[in-house]
């Protein structure tokens, strides 16, 4: 996480050196309450999960999800809304996920080794945006609107600075708020525009969960608001476009490596995108990749009824933090944590079988709060895996790990030289 332009984990290494497993850093609007190990994740997440809250505690968020987005609120609203987005999120949606994502990256990968490579991550990120605009809107979103995708991204480059310099508001242009301010006005004016047409009964094709959304109008219980299906759908894209990316560049640095991409490439050979978004080995060194590098590697919350930590008191409306960074490689809970090894995920009562307890591995978060696009990120990153091993290898220097606001990437956007071929020509 990046808070005020500079890389928090290195900070949190030092404090753990002297402090241990949990410890207050930063200051001002960036002082935290971190939590590194598995009894803080309890702690936070379920024995006292109550005394804390999501409102506030993704602030940098709210400008662009609004207030009513499921991330930055809490139940009982929190609950209902849930309710209402969840099946839309449905395990079935998966085959029509797959074969449009496969489809588009079919192009990408067509062009990357067309032009020999640069860096992965700014070219695939406006694809995957494209992607994800498509699933949770519809195809006929991007066409009807053509600045959306711009407009979403120029807001998430806002939200994507150190906290720190967001909170620098200047309203007037060239300042980053002032881009940010116009950019929401657009997408919000495009979203409610669509919102609006498809109540009115206006055919406009295939909507995606927005569609699903809108079925639910004659649910009274169910129904949401026009304002909160505006923040849902923008929500839903700003929560979900830069970490699936992330997610996809992070396999990708291991498939790099031929003792890992070869078995996968034999495994998903043959298979239908479908089929190769359910493929063992392959969802197992996703499983692996998430470990290593949480492209969302902090839980944050605020502290909402006065609590203690092992007598230490948590004022109301103080910051935590959980490093997902830390507890994936905790050797107490994994075994040689820092090794690439699919197989704690294939095995799970093997000595290498990764820790029976849920609080150990949170890439997607907890309880009622798991990530709701869990399964669209995995289905996105397989189906690249799918399409770009079929006609691609690649090579790469090792990357460093950089924070780019919450989201971990590899520094330098992951440089790959790609080739056409499934093996390396040696
Ligand atoms: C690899 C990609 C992704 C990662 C690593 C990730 C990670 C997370 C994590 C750790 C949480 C829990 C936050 C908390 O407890 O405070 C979360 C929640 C959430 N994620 Fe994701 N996410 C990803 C992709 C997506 C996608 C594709 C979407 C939607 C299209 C999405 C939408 C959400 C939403 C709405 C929440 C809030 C759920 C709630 O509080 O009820 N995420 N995500």
Redesign the pocket.
Known sequence: MNLAGGDVRAALDACRADHGDAFVFGFGPIRYHWFLGIDGARFVLLDEADAFA?AGAYGFLQPIGGPTA??ATDDPE?LRR?RSVQPAFHPRQVDGWADAAANRFERFVAERVADGGGPLLPALRPVVLEI?LDV?LGPSARRRHPRLADDVATMMAFANQPLLAQTIKLPVPPAPWAGFVAARRRADAAIRADIRERRAGADLGAGGVLELLLSLDGDAEARLTEDELRDQSL??VS??FD??TA?IAWLSLLLTREDLRDPVADELAGLAPAAAVRAPLAGALLSES?RLY???PA??RRVRRGVAWRGHPLAVGAGVGLSLWHLHRDPGLWREPARVAPQRWLDRTGPWGAPRDPLAY????HGG?Y????G??RTLTLAFAWTALRTARWTTPVPEVRPVGMTLVPAGGLPLAWRRGRRRVR
């Open positions: 999501n499921l991330i929190h849930r994800v949770l929500s839903l929560a979900g970490t699936t997610a998430l949480p492209p969302a839980i944050l949170l890439p997607f978060g709060r990530c709701i696009g869990a669209l990120a």
